[in-house]
C-alpha cells in the first residue's frame, strides 16, 4: 500500500504542503478554519508522518521525562502510570527515572538530554542546589515543597487531612493517633498535619503530643508497622489512628491485625493517596484522594506549554482532596 504523504493531505484539503506541514507540526500561521481541514484529511487518508522529520523540523525530541524517587510506594506507582497515559494521549512519549538518590534526582533535573522536557516529583532536590545549578529543559513540580523555579501542581494535602481527622471525630473518635515518619521526638509538620491539627481544635481537642508515633521512613509499608508497633508498646490510650499515607496506613493495619485490635471497632485507621491497594484490604481503607488524575492533566498541560514556547512568570496550580470512606473508619 502506498504511504500517504502531504501533497496528498494538501489536495484533500485544498492547501499547500507547506500548510499542512505547519498545521501538523503545531505551527502558528493558519487560520482555525484551515486547521480543522487539515486534521480532518489527515485523519480521513491515515496520514502518519516521519516522526525522525518532525523532530529535525522542529527542533524537539517528542520525549518527556518523569522522575520520581520510588516506585514500591504505590502512590509514585500509580502517579507515574497516571503520566505515562497523559503524555501519550499528547502525541508524546516518555522515559521514566527513578531518583533512588540526590545525585540521580539533580542529574535528571540539570542534565536532562534527548527529551524536551521533566515532571518532577521531588524528594532531595532543594532551590538552593538549583540555584547553582538551574534547570536545562521546561520543568513542572508534582507536589511538594513551593519552588522559585519550576510551574508547580499542589496536592490538597491540609484538606485531605482536615477531612480525614474530620470524618473520625464526627464518628466520636477522641483520641487520634497520629502514624508519622521522621526522628522519634521530633514535631510533625507540614499541611497535613496543620490539616490535623485544625480539625482537633474545631472539635475542643488539643494535640497530644505522646499519641505521635514514628517510622524511619515516610513511604514504607515497614515503617507502619515499626511506628504502630512503638505506639502499642507505650501502653497509650487511642480510638483511631491518623496515617501520614496509604502505605504506612498497611503497615500500621498488619500489627493491629496480629494483635487482635478490631479495625474499626477498636481503632478506626485511615490514610491518604487513595491508592488501588488500600481499597482491597480487609477492611477497605479510609482515605483522601489527592486527585491525581487532575494533577497529572495540569502538570502535564504546564510542562507542553512550556515546551512550546511559554516563558510568563511561575504558575501554580492547587488540587482539593476528597474523602474516600470504606470500611477501616
Known amino acids: 500500500m502506498t504511504p500517504v504523504t502531504l501533497a496528498d493531505v494538501a489536495r484533500e484539503a485544498g492547501c499547500s504542503a507547506k500548510t499542512v506541514s505547519n498545521v501538523v507540526l503545531g505551527r502558528p500561521g493558519a487560520s482555525a478554519e484551515t486547521r480543522v481541514r487539515v486534521l480532518d484529511a489527515v485523519s480521513r487518508l491515515g496520514y502518519i508522518g516521519d516522526p525522525a522529520g518532525r523532530q529535525l523540523a522542529s527542533g524537539r525530541t517528542g520525549r518527556v521525562a518523569i522522575v520520581v524517587p520510588r516506585l514500591y510506594q504505590p502512590y509514585f506507582a500509580e502517579t507515574a502510570e497516571r503520566l505515562v497515559l497523559e503524555i501519550e494521549g499528547r502525541?508524546?512519549?516518555?522515559?521514566?527515572?527513578?531518583?533512588?538518590?540526590?545525585?540521580?534526582?539533580?542529574?535528571?533535573?540539570?542534565?536532562?538530554?534527548?527529551?524536551?522536557?521533566?515532571?518532577?516529583?521531588?524528594?532531595?532536590?532543594?532551590?538552593?542546589?538549583?540555584?547553582?545549578?538551574?534547570?536545562?529543559?521546561?520543568?513542572?513540580?508534582?507536589?511538594?515543597y513551593?519552588?522559585?523555579?519550576?510551574?508547580?501542581?499542589?496536592?490538597?494535602?491540609?484538606?485531605?487531612?482536615?477531612?480525614?481527622?474530620?470524618?473520625?471525630?464526627?464518628?466520636?473518635?477522641?483520641?487520634?493517633?497520629?502514624?508519622?515518619?521522621?526522628?522519634?521526638?521530633?514535631?510533625?509538620?507540614?499541611?497535613?498535619?496543620?490539616?490535623?491539627?485544625?480539625?482537633?481544635?474545631?472539635?475542643?481537642?488539643?494535640?497530644?503530643?505522646?499519641l505521635v508515633a514514628f517510622g524511619s521512613d515516610w513511604d514504607r509499608r515497614a515503617s507502619g508497622f515499626e511506628a504502630m508497633t512503638a505506639l502499642l508498646a507505650t501502653g497509650r490510650r487511642f480510638d483511631a489512628a491518623l496515617c501520614v499515607n496509604d502505605a504506612m496506613a498497611i503497615g500500621a493495619m498488619r500489627v493491629l491485625?496480629?494483635?487482635?485490635?478490631?479495625?474499626?471497632?477498636?481503632?478506626?485507621?485511615?490514610?491518604?493517596?487513595?491508592?488501588?491497594?488500600?481499597?482491597?484490604?480487609?477492611?477497605?481503607?479510609?482515605?483522601?484522594?489527592?486527585?491525581?488524575?487532575?494533577?497529572?492533566?495540569?502538570?502535564?498541560?504546564?510542562?507542553?506549554?512550556?515546551?512550546?514556547?511559554?516563558?510568563?512568570?511561575?504558575?501554580?496550580v492547587q488540587t482539593g482532596a476528597d474523602l474516600v470512606v470504606r470500611a477501616s473508619a
Open 146 to 210: 513551593a519552588s522559585r523555579h519550576f510551574d508547580r501542581v499542589v496536592m490538597g494535602e491540609y484538606e485531605g487531612f482536615r477531612r480525614l481527622a474530620g470524618h473520625l471525630l464526627a464518628q466520636g473518635r477522641r483520641r487520634i493517633a497520629l502514624i508519622w515518619s521522621g526522628e522519634e521526638g521530633s514535631e510533625p509538620r507540614g499541611p497535613r498535619f496543620d490539616g490535623y491539627r485544625d480539625a482537633l481544635a474545631d472539635a475542643g481537642i488539643r494535640h497530644d503530643p505522646e
Open 91 to 144: 502525541g508524546m512519549t516518555s522515559t521514566l527515572v527513578v531518583a533512588h538518590d540526590l545525585e540521580t534526582e539533580l542529574r535528571a533535573v540539570t542534565a536532562a538530554r534527548d527529551v524536551d522536557g521533566v515532571i518532577l516529583c521531588p524528594h532531595a532536590v532543594t532551590d538552593e542546589m538549583l540555584d547553582v545549578t538551574p534547570p536545562n529543559r521546561p520543568t513542572v513540580q508534582l507536589g511538594a
Open 257 to 316: 491485625r496480629t494483635r487482635g485490635v478490631r479495625v474499626p471497632d477498636d481503632v478506626a485507621v485511615t490514610g491518604f493517596d487513595d491508592t488501588v491497594e488500600g481499597a482491597f484490604l480487609v477492611p477497605a481503607l479510609t482515605s483522601a484522594s489527592p486527585r491525581g488524575d487532575e494533577m497529572v492533566a495540569a502538570a502535564v498541560r504546564m510542562l507542553v506549554e512550556r515546551i512550546e514556547g511559554y516563558d510568563g512568570p511561575l504558575r501554580e
